[in-house]
């Protein structure tokens, strides 16, 4: 267990206990796998994890596009209070139906962005992608049907904007927040599913994304983060050559705090060598390094506020609040 992720224990039972944003029977210990914990709500309250001009309006968005919420219950979010998925639904769907100010958020990191493009239903960030096809081959449920966010690759979110030179893109985002990793291979699955022979046909391809010539073998990709990497690399490189949404490019952007130091581990013995963090040991195995960018949350919050628009103000405050860590490169 990492230590930013102690931290935010306190700090977010902390905040339940003394912001206005939620009810008193809301402040109870939540039980959490079969065990009472002070930084968990109750069940019966989860919604209120969220932001709350988004407590209607994302569940009900999740349930219309059969979203699965991690950890969550009757299609409610989460009742963790430290969910890296109720952190990535509260930063980023409040821009839903804000394109101007979403444009403000990513431009200083794609400062090619001319116009953001809906994605689906008519808002500008969506969530759990997992991409129109079955690129990636990853097996299906016996009903036929793929689930967002559940047993297979899904980015955390997406977006779509329109460059300067009229090219349209993709953005699958990986959101990270107290995730931290051990040394533990993935190559195995715990069924005794051989991983690699899933994704062996995309390694294989003469357009892999990963540059094979300084990797040492395809089987030290599969420890975490590595393992999450190459699938969102694998699934944006397949959405690019279908040209899914019309799309002439997709990419990844991976948001991190940077103050969770935990998630730099490299964990795969055979990437030691590569570099000093995994995020530096990714970049290093792009072949275009271009499809690949990561960025801290706290820059990105700090992009924001700086140009504090009006119209996100009410979620300044309570971004600010809930994540205090996110001011200090603001």
């Not at 963790?80 to 998925?85: E, V």
Request: charged share 25%; net charge negative; glycine share 6%.
């Amino acid at each position: 267990m990492g230590k930013f992720l102690e931290m935010e224990k306190d700090s977010q039972t902390g905040f339940k206990q003394h912001s206005p944003y939620f009810l008193d029977n809301a402040r109870l210990d939540g039980v959490y796998r079969k065990k009472s914990r002070p930084f968990c709500i109750p069940l019966e309250f989860s919604e209120q994890n969220l932001f709350p001009e988004i407590r209607q309006s994302a569940p009900a968005f999740f349930k219309n596009h059969g979203i699965k919420w991690h950890d969550g219950h009757n299609g409610k979010p989460s009742n963790h209070l430290c969910s890296s998925q109720v952190f990535c639904v509260n930063f980023l769907f409040p821009f839903a139906d804000k394109p101007d100010a979403l444009k403000m958020l990513l431009e200083p990191v794609y400062p090619e962005i001319s116009t953001m493009l809906p994605v689906e239903d008519g808002i500008f960030v969506s969530f759990e992608w997992i991409g129109e096809r079955n690129y990636l081959g990853e097996k299906i449920a016996r009903n036929g049907k793929r689930t967002r966010g559940a047993n297979f690759t899904s980015a955390d979110a997406v977006v779509v904007f329109e460059r300067n030179d009229t090219k349209r893109q993709i953005v699958l985002i990986e959101w990270k927040y107290t995730e931290a990793y051990g040394f533990s291979p993935l190559k195995i699955a715990s069924s005794g599913t051989d991983r690699t022979e899933i994704y062996r046909h995309l390694f294989d391809l003469d357009d892999c994304p990963v540059n094979k010539e300084i990797l040492p073998s395809f089987e030290d990709l599969f420890y975490e983060p590595f393992y999450q990497f190459m699938r969102q690399q694998f699934l944006a490189n397949e959405m690019e050559k279908a040209h899914e949404m019309g799309a002439d490019l997709v990419s990844v952007l991976h948001i991190a705090p940077s103050i969770n130091t935990d998630f730099q581990k490299i964990t795969s013995p055979g990437l030691k060598e590569l570099g000093s963090s995994a995020i530096e040991v990714w970049k290093k195995l792009q072949i275009n390094p271009n499809k690949f960018v990561s960025v801290t949350t706290e820059e990105l919050f700090g992009i924001i506020s700086k140009q504090n628009p009006p119209e996100i103000a009410p979620w300044m405050e309570y971004i600010s609040k809930r994540y205090p860590w996110l001011s200090k490169d603001s």
